[in-house]
């Protein structure tokens, strides 16, 4: 008679919405994994219809508290695409600076806070801190620089109200950008340390084979444009993409799943920018990660913490680069006039890329309205990391193999709201 084990999850608690994750285990052998996510409707594409376009960054910034700044960038662009207007260097630079501030706070928060207590055996960061209080101040040093780029360059840390389609209400001083400097230094060091700490992390052992998507640029690490690429030979446009991906629905769970049309899943995120345009990043980045062991083709996905540190120093590094070139835009926007048409939007998000699409009328109004998240993008390839998972692992206990299964969706990011204790296990054994 076959043995079954059945490990079921009713409610994932602390992230983005509802969801359950179901595992069935047969003579050693995974033959059900399912991650359903009951997201509540959010309406925010509904929202923009019938407003004006020049209101879409403010309120895009409202999906997401820790990256508003992908979905104002990525609003902007697609407004801006819509319109025929182009901003100048200095405007880029700037968006490109404000970025940064989030992956500084966004990826520090990720690292040190969701995802090392589940490496180094403690139930939270809090715990953490009480027997190495040294190292989460670190981290909360670096988050507190990137939140502070966000409030110079955004007008205020969460939801910035700075970002305008064009470029910005305000475009900072020298001055005041200055005075991040020796924190942004303070917090280069602690990335590069953060490098070494993951470095040394015991990685479970999981190699996946993936179609790896992210932006691209020919002489920049891609964060806030580009093109669309893979390391399986597409390259597009943004323009382009819902000729390659669609969206659907699948019977156990209400979140969209996202796949290339005739591909298959894919992944985005931090391992899939690091394989396609890791030699452009920074040479103080590209140093950390030699040292710290990187390949270029990394397809463990637990290790993508290690990446995640890598962007630290890269994102700190330019950080700096950025404030030390620095020239005020003159004026800190472009004149936009609507016209009716579509315009496509692309940024790398912390957690992958987010696209947008608006269709505009005459008169600016937005028409309709299309945003899909990174989290999404990446569901089926979690459940495809989660059957790997189970299919190595399956012998371990079941709290253990909670803990991995744990691990392995907490390697993406999914949700701020994410924690440590988010899976409660209902086991079944026959």
Same mark, same amino acid.
């Given at each position: &008679?076959?043995?079954?084990?059945?490990?079921?999850?009713?409610?994932?608690?602390?992230?983005?919405?509802?969801?359950? &994750?179901?595992?069935?285990?047969?003579?050693g052998?995974?033959?059900?994994?399912?991650?359903?996510?009951?997201?509540?409707?959010?309406?925010?594409?509904?929202?923009?219809?019938?407003?004006?376009?020049?209101?879409?960054?403010?309120?895009?910034?409202?999906?997401?508290?820790? #990256?508003?700044?992908?979905?104002?960038?990525?609003?902007?662009?697609?407004?801006?695409?819509? #319109?025929?207007?182009?901003?100048g260097?200095?405007?880029?630079?700037?968006?490109r600076?404000?970025?940064?501030?989030e992956?500084?706070e966004?990826?520090a928060?990720?690292?040190?806070m969701?995802?090392?207590?589940?490496?180094?055996?403690?139930?939270?960061a809090?715990?953490?801190a009480?027997?190495?209080?040294?190292?989460?101040?670190?981290?909360?040093?670096?988050?507190?620089?990137?939140?502070?780029?966000?409030?110079?360059?955004?007008?205020?840390?969460?939801?910035?109200?700075?970002v305008?389609?064009?470029?910005?209400?305000?475009?900072?001083?020298g001055?005041?950008?200055?005075?991040?400097?020796?924190d942004?230094?303070r917090?280069r060091?602690?990335?590069?340390?953060?490098?070494?700490?993951?470095?040394g992390?015991?990685?479970?052992?999981?190699?996946?084979?993936?179609e790896?998507?992210?932006?691209?640029?020919?002489?920049?690490?891609?964060?806030?444009?580009?093109?669309?690429?893979?390391?399986r030979?597409?390259?597009?446009?943004?323009?382009?993409?819902?000729?390659?991906?669609?969206?659907?629905?699948?019977?156990?769970?209400?979140?969209?799943h996202?796949?290339?049309?005739?591909?298959?899943?894919?992944?985005?995120?931090?391992?899939?920018?690091?394989?396609l345009?890791?030699?452009?990043m920074?040479?103080?980045?590209?140093?950390?990660?030699?040292?710290?062991?990187?390949?270029?083709?990394?397809?463990?996905p637990f290790?993508?913490?290690?990446?995640r540190s890598?962007?630290l120093?890269?994102?700190?590094?330019?950080?700096?680069?950025?404030?030390?070139?620095?020239e005020?835009?003159?004026?800190?926007?472009?004149?936009?006039?609507?016209r009716?048409?579509?315009?496509?939007?692309?940024?790398?998000?912390?957690?992958?890329?987010?696209?947008?699409?608006?269709?505009l009328?005459?008169n600016?109004?937005?028409?309709?309205?299309?945003?899909?998240?990174p989290?999404?993008?990446?569901?089926?390839?979690?459940?495809?990391?989660?059957?790997g998972?189970?299919?190595r692992?399956?012998?371990?206990?079941?709290d253990?193999?909670?803990?991995?299964?744990?691990?392995?969706?907490?390697?993406?990011d999914?949700?701020?709201?994410?924690?440590?204790?988010?899976?409660?296990?209902?086991?079944?054994?026959r």
């Amino acid at each position: &008679m076959a043995k079954t084990r059945t490990l079921r999850t009713d409610y994932l608690a602390r992230v983005e919405g509802e969801g359950a &994750m179901l595992v069935k285990i047969r003579d050693g052998k995974p033959v059900d994994v399912k991650l359903r996510i009951y997201e509540p409707p959010r309406f925010f594409e509904a929202f923009l219809r019938g407003r004006r376009f020049t209101e879409a960054p403010d309120i895009t910034a409202r999906i997401c508290g820790i #990256c508003p700044v992908a979905y104002q960038v990525s609003s902007v662009n697609a407004m801006e695409d819509a #319109c025929g207007v182009e901003v100048g260097p200095q405007i880029r630079a700037l968006r490109r600076l404000l970025y940064c501030g989030e992956w500084i706070e966004s990826h520090a928060l990720h690292v040190f806070m969701l995802h090392a207590p589940d490496f180094l055996g403690y139930a939270s960061a809090i715990e953490l801190a009480k027997d190495d209080r040294a190292l989460v101040e670190r981290a909360l040093h670096m988050k507190k620089t990137g939140n502070e780029i966000m409030r110079a360059i955004g007008g205020r840390e969460v939801h910035p109200i700075n970002v305008r389609v064009g470029g910005f209400y305000r475009a900072p001083t020298g001055h005041e950008l200055a005075a991040l400097v020796d924190d942004l230094e303070r917090a280069r060091e602690f990335a590069l340390e953060t490098v070494r700490f993951a470095a040394g992390l015991d990685y479970p052992q999981l190699e996946q084979d993936y179609e790896l998507v992210a932006l691209s640029e020919p002489d920049a690490y891609a964060v806030e444009d580009g093109r669309l690429v893979s390391n399986r030979g597409l390259d597009i446009p943004v323009s382009e993409y819902e000729q390659h991906f669609v969206e659907e629905h699948v019977e156990w769970s209400n979140a969209l799943h996202s796949r290339l049309i005739e591909r298959g899943n894919y992944l985005v995120g931090p391992l899939a920018r690091w394989a396609l345009s890791g030699d452009r990043m920074t040479p103080l980045a590209r140093e950390a990660a030699r040292d710290a062991g990187l390949g270029r083709d990394e397809r463990n996905p637990f290790r993508s913490i290690l990446v995640r540190s890598v962007e630290l120093v890269f994102a700190a590094d330019e950080a700096l680069r950025l404030i030390a070139a620095y020239e005020p835009p003159e004026p800190s926007f472009v004149e936009v006039v609507p016209r009716a048409g579509v315009g496509y939007g692309c940024s790398e998000a912390p957690r992958g890329l987010c696209w947008h699409r608006y269709e505009l009328d005459e008169n600016g109004l937005i028409l309709d309205a299309k945003i899909v998240p990174p989290t999404s993008q990446n569901q089926k390839t979690i459940e495809s990391d989660l059957h790997g998972v189970v299919e190595r692992y399956a012998d371990l206990p079941d709290d253990e193999l909670s803990l991995r299964c744990e691990q392995a969706i907490r390697n993406y990011d999914p949700c701020i709201s994410c924690a440590t204790h988010f899976l409660k296990l209902e086991v079944d054994r026959r």
